[in-house]
């Protein structure tokens, strides 16, 4: 395949919800799909200085449509986001939605048929449809949420012979990276540990994040003068797919964002500083997600060589790094794999402080999925919003000092779709 | 009234044959490789080309640790915690599922990580409504 971009495209304008519940999170409570969705989109059109009539496709993201129920979401959010007589459609790529939407506008601008596109994901993994009113909600339950999740893996045989996100994303990824290195299981925890009080700590710094408390202001409120030993208690984090913790762990999300997508030369003069869209990579894999190593993803390094190939970087070009953390280990052997990080060095890395938006290797600076939160087909969307905040300077307190000029971000989408996103400053 | 012939499902024959102790897979008649469990076509290669072979159902197990509790899947709620480990077939296929003959505790979990890969068995677990696979280590 020819792997190129006919045309120079970019990311106009960007925007994205708080993460929360619909139920009971500040700014979310009371909001009805469609306004949640609504306001990120709104963000983003008028970061790019655009209505909705500016646009020419609008590609509507949404995975879960068990408890969002808004299937042709394209047409049942127009009059809500200005779109009216589009063309659209509505589309699933799991957690990495938004950005395979990314990657489809690019193609569609690339190839002539648009000149701007707008992406959109919406998605309630907290919250469901009450009874059938058009605007009450309530609480999903746990295996509600996972079973209605997990209809996106192996149904013929997976799903029904055991198979849960915890041990195969976590448990079994951890300890294939304890045995290949060599590192002990008490190595390990610390080493979670320090990668959650990094999250914890960019979540912290993040107004629209899931969870802005600080682990260590967590384990003091429940008592624990030492966060470490709050993270070693049964009570507090347990073993979820031994030896991974529950902190190590997604918290479920109901959020939206959105991006407008277009061509390089149609956005010189906007209202906001574009960022270009240089490459992507995209390949997905039934499980077994992996081999013999249970730290080596064979789709993911297809996915990251072909956006890489295509973008023409390499790995020691790269200044902000987001891998998709549902699972913090499974995100750290991504960011080996990439070459961002050593490998067998990651967990290092992380209690050295170097993954913190001040260190020298950072890596999402919004909290990622535990922090900032996880609402399936939203949440690539967000991790691509944070990178261009930061190559714009706009990232406040979490800003990386030297402004980075390429980002790259990876995404998961269930499962599993490994997509790689190059993002470039112009 | 006519009766109509139910058409084969390679996947109610895989389950079938799991609560016989029979474990069906695929090979491919152009590359040589299993697909297991099965599926209609070869997962390595693309080929259509396949017929179908019954594995032996030993395997060495790589890793294992557990799920969680309670379980994702109501099938699951009586059993859980279960240990679920990562197999490699002896005829090369690599697959996740419940293992037997260990308990699903840390310190049980972190003896068997301890004692690096071990020899394990195939066999059908019953559960309410469907037989799974299991692989039970050797003593
Ligand atoms: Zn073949």
Known sequence: MANKLRERTVISGVGCSRFGDLLETPELKGLSIQELTAGAVKEALDDAGLTGQDVDAVFAGNAMVHSSQVPGTYSQLSKWTGTQFKAGVHFEAQCSTTNVGAALAAMSVAAGVYDTVLVYGLETTRTMVKGYSPYEREPISHQQTWLWTDMAVNQAYGVPQGYDIFSTYNGLVALGYCRKYGMSIEDFDRGMFELCRTRRLHGSMNRKANIQEKLEDRAAREGFSDAFDYWRSDKHNPF??????????????????????????????????????????????????????????????????????????????IDYLHTHDCSHISGICTAETIGYLEPGKGLAAAREGRLRFDGDRPMSTHGGRHAFGHAWGASAGTDTYEAVLQMRGQAGARQIAKRPEISVIHTHGYAMIGTVVVLGSI | MQTVAEQPSAIRRYYEGLAEGVFRAIRCQACGKHTFPPTGCCEHCGSWKVEPVELSGEGTLLFATHNIFPACHPRFEKIAPYVYGHIRLKEGPIVQAIVLGVQATPADLGRLFERGPVPVTAEALPMDDLPVLAFRIHD
């Open chain 1, 240 to 317: 979820v797919a031994w030896p991974s913790r529950l902190l190590s762990l997604v918290t479920t999300a109901d959020g939206a964002s959105a991006m407008v997508i277009t061509r390089a030369d149609l956005a010189k003069g906007g209202k906001s500083q574009p960022v270009e869209l240089k490459g992507f990579g995209i390949s997905y894999s039934d499980l077994p997600w992996y081999g013999e190593d249970p730290t080596f993803w064979e789709f993911d390094k297809r996915a990251i060589d072909a956006a890489f190939d295509m973008a023409g970087i390499r790995a020691s070009d």
